[in-house]
């Protein structure tokens, strides 16, 4: 009996696969169109980002010739903040009906017994830093590398004179 269940369960599973595969063609079709366009200086500037976050364009408004390059280029960086924002929110948007229904679907561990569930284990994502790359934030964030003094030098060891008792 629980054997039959098991199986109707991964019959469901695989037509539910199935369905999901062709949600998402559907959702990465729509995804390779998606455009978000980020503004600042009262939208005077603005940045557009193709899916990917790639810049494809960056229009400035007439008015800006005598505006110093440095308040030009902290607007260029606020548009494209802006227009990551929006690309992000968009493509959460987009992707939200697959992500319900990968919900509603039995975890492999629902179906076996002592089978741990592995989703508990996916590390949270890190929001990515948008300070410049100088600013005192990132140069808190680079902390120097491990170094490790208790080693061994592999160029006095003779190549091919290295027997499996020497490990």
Known sequence: MANEFIKGEL??????????????????????QLLATGYALQKRVAVVLNADGTVIETRFDDDLEDLPLQELSKAVTEAAQAAATEL???????????????????????????????????????????????????????????????????????????RADDW
């Open 11 to 32: 019959a469901s599973m695989i037509d539910e696969f199935q369905t999901q595969m062709r949600v998402l063609t559907d959702i990465q079709q729509k995804r390779a």
């Open 88 to 162: 992000a929110r968009k493509s959460t948007e987009l992707t939200a009906p697959i992500q319900e229904r990968r919900g509603r679907m039995p975890k492999m561990s629902d179906l076996i017994d002592g089978l741990p569930d592995l989703t508990e284990q996916i590390p949270e994502r890190i929001p990515a830093s948008l300070a410049p790359p100088n600013s005192p934030e990132r140069q808190r964030n680079n902390e120097p590398a491990m170094t490790f003094t208790d080693v061994e030098d592999l160029d006095d060891i003779t190549p091919g004179r290295i």
